[in-house]
Each structure stands twice: as C-alpha cells, then as structure tokens.
Nanobody, 124 residues
Framework: QRQLVESGGGLVQAGDSLRLSCTAS????????MGWFRQAPGKEREFVAA????????YYADSVKGRFTISRDNGKNTVILQMNSLKPEDTAVYYC?????????????????WGQGTQVTVSS
C-alpha cells in the first residue's frame, strides 16, 4: 500500500529555516512526480514546489522562489523541502503528494496520494 509520511514541521521565527521530509513507505517510488502543497486556515490548498522524479525538473510557486528548494533522495524514497528565510505568511499545514501518472504537477488534481500534513508556524 502506497503511503506518504511527512516530518519536520514546527514553530520557528521569521527568517529561520526548516526542512520538511516526505518518505514514500512500503514501496520504491518510481512514479512521475512528488510535490508539496500548503493550506492556511480559511484558504484553499496551494502549490508550493514539485520535482519530476526521472528528469529532476523542479517547479516552484512564485511566492517561494529563491527561498525554498525541493530535492530528492532516491535511495531513501524521500523528497525534501528546504525552507529558508521563512515568513509569517508561510504558516500553513504542508502536504506531500505523489503521482505515478503524468499530469499537471502544480495542481492538486494532478496527484493521487497525499500525506497527512505537517504544521509549519512562523512567528513574526
């Protein structure tokens, strides 16, 4: 059974860094892409970053470009989101997602599997 397990969220101050990890457990990920989305209270879930597994293409929301970096550790079936220069507006629940099929990877509908989410809170 395909499962995604996230870790690394927490409470930090503005300007700090956090590293989120998402591991695809129970199988070797050989799919199309993995991504990160976030959802703040009262808002829709939004795209943050994605990586195409085979060709390593990376994609970012404009709001995080230059501050966040997505990467993969193929040997550990893990995708990592390094978040630097965090801002209060980055506060949200962050979700990892995966798809085995080529679909638009900047949209929530492009993914079949989702993690349980991890809270990131940035204080000013």
């Amino acid at each position: 059974q395909r499962q995604l397990v996230e870790s690394g969220g927490g409470l930090v101050q503005a300007g700090d860094s956090l590293r989120l990890s998402c591991t695809a457990s129970g199988h070797t990920f050989s799919g199309y892409a993995m991504g990160w989305f976030r959802q703040a209270p009262g808002k829709e879930r939004e795209f943050v970053a994605a990586i195409k597994w085979m060709f390593l293409g990376t994609y970012y929301a404009d709001s995080v470009k230059g501050r966040f970096t997505i990467s993969r550790d193929n040997g550990k079936n893990t995708v990592i989101l390094q978040m630097n220069s965090l801002k209060p507006e980055d506060t949200a629940v962050y979700y990892c997602a995966a798809t085995w099929v080529a679909r638009p990877i900047t949209q929530t509908g492009g993914y079949d599997y989702w993690g349980q989410g991890t809270q990131v809170t940035v204080s000013s």
